[in-house]
């Protein structure tokens, strides 16, 4: 075991909230803290769409209603990463799982390869800044960089600060992706927290606070003694 798995608590973390909650920009804070890789199914999708694969094709349309991708598709795709060689010691899951039916087959998965349970981060945001926070997010097509122009804009209008590119909205933000993937949470992914809180491996992080705050609380909460 080396360093990094001794100093995590599970070796699979799960960040887990409605979108827009900060599963993205926390994954990646914790990520950099733990040197670990931070695994999106959405990008994941995203990566391939832009590609043009059939499948990135075939999930582009879906996601761009705010419609889940299947089951099937996604855990294979999640599967498939976390058998890479720098998953070895701990990963984080973004986005993933998303239904009962992931939940299981990831459950399955952990077990067959030894790696004890997961740690699900449950990142509660209220309803109203949910909206802001999809509404105004804008991503800087270079570097990757998330900002909002509510809560943490750059300092010139819609123009990367790294690197000067012009910030883009992504294709699900927009109101009538938004209110679909709100909808997708709720009857869909929701159900999840009691899955996650009967087998005790759920904690809740309130992310009602500035980015760092919630930062530093999920590191501890990840972190072993
Ligand atoms: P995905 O990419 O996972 O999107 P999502 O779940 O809708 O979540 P978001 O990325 O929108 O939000 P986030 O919680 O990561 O927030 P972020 O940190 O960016 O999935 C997209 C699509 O792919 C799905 O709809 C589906 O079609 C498909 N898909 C993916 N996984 C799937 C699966 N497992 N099964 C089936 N389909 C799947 O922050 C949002 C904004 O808020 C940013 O602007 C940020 O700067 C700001 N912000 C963050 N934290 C704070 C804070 N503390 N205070 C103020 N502002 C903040």
Same mark, same amino acid.
């Given at each position: 075991?080396?360093?990094?798995?001794?100093?995590?608590k599970a070796?699979?973390l799960l960040f887990f909230g409605p979108?827009g909650a900060g599963k !993205?920009?926390q994954a990646?804070?914790v *990520?950099? /803290?733990?040197?670990?890789?931070?695994?999106?199914? !959405?990008?994941?999708?995203?990566? *391939?769409?832009?590609?043009?694969?059939?499948? %990135?094709?075939?999930?582009?349309?879906?996601? &761009?209603?705010?419609?889940?991708?299947?089951? /099937?598709?996604?855990?294979?795709?999640?599967? /498939?990463?976390?058998?890479?060689?720098?998953?070895?010691?701990?990963?984080?899951?973004? %986005?993933?799982?998303?239904?009962?039916?992931?939940?299981?087959?990831?459950?399955?998965?952990?077990? /067959?390869?030894?790696?004890?349970k997961p740690l699900v981060l449950y990142i509660q945001v209220n309803s109203?800044s949910l909206?802001?926070?999809?509404?105004?997010?804008?991503?800087?097509?270079?570097? !990757?960089?998330?900002?909002?122009?509510?809560?943490?804009?750059?300092?010139?209008?819609?123009?990367? &600060?790294?690197? !000067? *590119?012009?910030?883009?909205?992504?294709?699900?933000?927009?109101?009538? *992706?938004?209110?679909?993937?709100?909808?997708?949470y709720?009857?869909?992914t929701r159900p999840l927290i009691e899955y996650y809180r009967e087998r005790k491996v759920l904690v809740d992080v309130d992310g009602d606070r500035?980015?760092?705050e919630v930062t530093r609380d999920v590191i501890q909460w990840v972190t072993?003694?």
């Amino acid at each position: 075991m080396t360093a990094v798995a001794k100093r995590l608590k599970a070796q699979a973390l799960l960040f887990f909230g409605p979108p827009g909650a900060g599963k !993205g920009t926390q994954a990646h804070a914790v *990520a950099v /803290e733990f040197g670990i890789p931070h695994i999106s199914t !959405g990008e994941m999708l995203r990566e *391939a769409a832009r590609k043009r694969t059939p499948l %990135g094709l075939a999930a582009q349309v879906r996601m &761009d209603r705010g419609e889940l991708v299947s089951d /099937e598709v996604v855990s294979a795709i999640a599967a /498939e990463r976390i058998a890479r060689p720098d998953c070895a010691s701990g990963f984080i899951l973004d %986005g993933f799982p998303r239904t009962i039916g992931q939940a299981e087959f990831l459950d399955a998965l952990l077990d /067959e390869q030894g790696r004890g349970k997961p740690l699900v981060l449950y990142i509660q945001v209220n309803s109203g800044s949910l909206l802001k926070r999809l509404g105004g997010r804008r991503i800087c097509p270079v570097c !990757g960089r998330i900002y909002n122009m509510y809560f943490n804009p750059p300092q010139h209008d819609e123009v990367c &600060d790294a690197d !000067g *590119a012009r910030l883009v909205r992504r294709a699900d933000d927009n109101d009538g *992706a938004i209110l679909h993937r709100l909808e997708s949470y709720t009857t869909l992914t929701r159900p999840l927290i009691e899955y996650y809180r009967e087998r005790k491996v759920l904690v809740d992080v309130d992310g009602d606070r500035a980015p760092d705050e919630v930062t530093r609380d999920v590191i501890q909460w990840v972190t072993a003694a």
